[in-house]
């Protein structure tokens, strides 16, 4: 029997609690009042549990004692790792490197699944161009296109087949949607946008994830346009289901449905869950306002019973779709074999060398060189396991983390001697601190300074109205710089960083984000040439929080030479795309394959790139497109494609993109997707900013 009649039959036979008991969620299970909620039936999915035996445990009572031994959906935030942290996805997203991702992505799961869990709510897709913005830790970054790239890899990987060739994990892009606009950078707040803008920016990221067969979607806790996302029809219903075809479960985001009466916007609980129901959330999460109020909202012929139905139904065909009916308990004797399995500890190493970013490097102070006798290691964060987890780091645990001491430790050689001085804290520090540092780094010829942020400065409602380092680490910063000996300054971060007074003074800065299991090996790797640093920002690095919203494919306006501000520079510090390698590519021979193209024809673009210095590296190369005149006016560049390739010292490669309607077209403000005649600008280069430029036109 296929699995649409498994479940209708199931259906069937279930009562009206029951049902309702599918779509409930509890968040934060308390097994003294809850195992009878289980045992009746009335829960159909639980987040938090820990440890294969409790899942089990649990799991047993839902198969063997309630009346229709219905499994329980067991879910685990798993957003950058289960046990093997690798690199928050904001550094994962700067290796440009799909492939690898879905690999990460993969192992999580693996991981997850090996303790029970068959629902990840990852990846979060949300772009954002608000660094203050805690949440910019968890995604990847600013720009639609990558972000697609990035949401389709960690579906596929979250999702990849088992050996019965059937998905053993469901992955759950969120939050739909706009999250990434709440104003100010407050997490939570509202967001206003056009619907125009919202598709165009918002939308392609969970378009992509359903592309790749995301089986749930997660509702947003925002309003969007004066609606909260929970009891948005318009968002859930007419786009999400009926416009792109969803079938799979909506499940609102933790007490988002009763969080309906606090937006002002249903005056009771009971009528949170009616708007909810209706505008499609098909799994109540931890609110328990289903639980409460669906059974009688029925009973009152308010709520039809063929709209739980289809909800039930999206829910059970999910669990026959994860084999839960056959197989609904995991072996606990996996996890040992498969949580840090060494692969997935080569995995991370390997992610997090792909995640750094070399931001500066006058003088070529790196690669190191192993000649160097003593070596200053200093700051708050070099030490700091917890903080290299970054947030949402799981079942990661600090034991598990080679700190950025340890991995330079471990890649010197006998003859070079690390001295190591914490410096201050991540918050406050000490004269004498900072003095003893001081004194340190002048015995030496480099100090590594390492500084930015601790885990729970960003992550979940961790926002910031600074992108500043924090004043005791500027201060121990500048008292390093005053010793005259070269500082390479390591950051450790969930968010860009406006760290103008390094990129003046400086001569060397490595962007390392927080890495992860493998941070120090992977730091270590790229500060003695181990790994040549291939990295590109996803995100703009402001100077200053004052020019948020800043990112790159800004439109032109009326008077693009006249924007300016009287008391900083216009432009960023660091724009999107951008990463330095410790050798240099040549770009040359723009070539594109006509001068016009219908609507609906194909251009090829081709350049050749050369690596022109003495070290193997890989180049993200990078293709951007302008829509010179337009119905709707359009960004000065927006990204279109790019190819991560591998150059020997001394080769040359060629890259083909190609170009089509879809990279073309917009949405204009009737909410159609045009593709428009008129003349287009391309580029293909290393960054947002620089590159060949061609041009070609779209023929009417
Ligand atoms: C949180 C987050 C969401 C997470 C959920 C369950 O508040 O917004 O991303 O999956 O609750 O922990």
């Known amino acids: 029997m ?52 409790t899942v089990n445990e649990l799991q047993r009572i839902a198969v063997e004692q309630s009346r229709l031994g219905i499994p329980l959906l067991i879910a685990a935030d798993v957003i950058h790792g289960y046990r093997s942290i690798f690199p928050i996805p904001l550094a994962e997203a700067c290796s440009w490197n799909p492939a690898l991702v879905e690999e990460t992505a993969a192992i999580a799961a693996r991981e997850a699944s090996a303790e029970g869990i068959q629902w990840v709510l990852s990846p979060m897709v949300d772009i954002t161009r608000d660094p203050r913005w805690g949440r910019i830790a968890e995604g990847a970054g600013e720009d639609p296109y990558l972000g697609s790239e990035m949401a389709r890899a960690r579906v596929k990987g979250i999702q990849r087949n088992d050996w019965n060739n059937r998905p053993y994990m469901m992955a759950c892009p969120k939050h739909f949607a706009g999250y990434g606009f709440i104003e100010a950078g407050r997490d939570y707040n509202t967001v206003d946008m056009s619907i125009r803008r919202l598709r165009e920016i918002c939308f392609p990221p969970f378009q992509a994830a359903i592309e790749a067969g995301a089986g749930t979607i997660m509702v947003a806790f925002n309003e969007l346009n004066g609606v909260p996302c929970a009891g948005n029809g318009w968002l859930l219903k007419e786009v999400l289901q009926q416009q792109w075809g969803f079938e799979g479960v909506v499940v609102s985001d933790w007490d988002s449905i009763g969080e309906l009466v606090e937006h002002g916007y249903a005056r009771s609980r009971e009528e949170a869950a009616r708007l909810a129901i209706e505008s499609g959330v098909h799994m109540d999460m931890q609110s328990l306002v289903y639980h409460e109020h669906l059974l009688d909202l029925v009973r009152q012929g308010i709520v039809s019973e063929l709209v739980i139905d289809d909800a039930v139904s999206r829910i059970l065909s999910m669990k026959f779709q994860l084999g839960l009916f056959d197989r609904p308990y995991t072996d606990p004797a996996l996890a040992s074999t498969i949580l840090l399995a060494p692969d997935h500890v080569q995995t991370a190493r390997h992610m997090a060398c792909e995640s750094i970013v070399l931001l500066k490097n006058e003088g070529n102070v790196l690669p190191l060189k192993q000649t160097i006798r003593k070596l200053a290691v200093i700051g708050p964060l070099a030490n700091d396991g917890d903080a290299l987890l970054g947030c949402w780091s799981g079942q990661g645990r600090s034991s598990d983390v080679v700190t950025i001491v340890d991995g330079i430790h471990t890649a010197v050689n006998a003859g070079m001697e690390i001295l190591y001085a914490k410096g201050c804290g991540t918050a406050e520090g000490t004269e004498n601190e900072k003095t003893e540092a001081a004194a340190i780094a002048s015995l030496c ?46 950051l450790v971060n969930g968010r860009p960083l406006s760290v103008e007074w390094a990129q003046l003074h400086v001569p060397a800065i490595v962007e390392t984000w927080q890495l992860g299991i493998q941070a120090g090996m992977a730091t270590a790797d790229v500060l003695f040439g181990h790994y040549n640093p291939s990295g590109k920002l996803p995100v703009t690095f402001p100077r200053n929080a004052g020019q948020i919203p800043i990112y790159y494919s800004a439109k032109k306006t009326g008077r693009p030479q006249m924007k300016h501000y009287v008391d900083a520079n216009v432009e960023p510090l660091y724009p999107f795309g951008y990463g330095l390698s410790y050798t240099t590519f040549e770009y040359s021979n723009l070539v594109l394959s006509k001068p016009s193209i219908s609507p609906q ?44 390739i591998m150059l020997r010292a001394g080769e040359t490669q060629t890259v083909e993109f190609e170009l089509t309607a879809e990279h073309l077209g917009f949405v204009n403000n009737e909410q159609q997707f045009v593709v428009e005649p008129g003349s287009f600008r391309v580029w293909v280069g290393p960054n947002s900013t620089d590159g060949l430029e061609g041009k070609f036109e779209v023929d009417s």
């Open 2 to 53: 296929n699995i649409k009649n498994k479940v209708k039959a199931l259906l069937a036979r279930m009562t009206l609690p029951e049902k309702v008991g599918q779509m409930t969620q509890l968040g934060t299970f308390n097994p003294t009042d809850d195992l009878s909620l289980i045992r009746e039936g009335r829960v159909g999915s639980l987040l938090g549990v820990k440890g294969a035996e």
């Open 445 to 490: 010829e480099v100090a590594i300074v390492v500084l930015g942020e601790t885990a729970n400065m960003s992550g979940e409602n961790n926002n910031r109205t600074s992108l500043d380092l924090p004043s005791c680490q500027m201060s121990l910063l500048k008292a390093i710089h005053d010793t005259g000996t070269p500082v390479v300054l390591v």
């Open 601 to 644: 024809g194909s251009l090829k673009v081709q350049a050749c790139i050369f690596n022109a210095g003495s070290m193997d590296g890989e180049e993200i190369v990078q293709l951007y497109i302008c829509d010179e005149f337009a119905s709707i006016t359009r960004p000065v560049k927006e990204l279109k494609g790019f190819w991560k």
